[in-house]
């Protein structure tokens, strides 16, 4: 059992920065594929990023979040992070981290055992 609580949401103008953060409980945390999802008003969930389980060496991104998100890992704080950078009025959403406990990272939310609350991102133009 995992469970996950999102953080750093908040509203940012177009072009600015923001860090997420996730905590997460359990000592198992080092264990677990991380990912990154979020939904806009009016549509489906969507994935963002993920990262490999224990050191976190491998990271896949949506191409809409390309060069522009970065996720990493603290095993040792069981926190993922999600560094969003020039960001724009369409990542405007409610972010939300998931736990997986494969062994590869995985894009599809039905991966995903367990889910945060959330988070709302505001990018404002």
């Known amino acids: 059992q995992v469970q996950l609580v999102e953080s750093g949401g908040g509203l940012v103008q177009a072009g600015g920065s923001l860090r997420l953060a996730c905590a997460a409980s359990?000592?198992?945390?080092?264990?677990?594929?991380m990912g990154w999802f979020r939904q806009a008003p009016g549509k489906e969930r969507e994935f963002v990023a993920t990262?490999?389980?224990?050191?976190?060496?491998?990271?896949y991104y949506a191409d809409s979040v390309k060069g522009r998100f970065t996720i990493s890992r603290d095993n040792a704080k069981n926190t993922v992070y999600l560094q969003l950078n020039s960001l724009k009025p369409e990542d405007t959403a409610v972010y939300y981290c998931?736990?997986?406990?494969?062994?590869?990272?995985?894009?599809?939310?039905?991966?995903?055992?367990?889910w945060g609350q959330g988070t709302q991102l505001s990018v404002s133009s």
């Open positions: 998931a736990a997986s406990s494969s062994i590869v990272i995985h894009t599809t939310a039905d991966k995903y055992r367990y």
């Open positions: 359990g000592h198992t945390f080092s264990m677990y594929t």
């Open positions: 990262i490999s389980r224990s050191g976190g060496g491998i990271t």
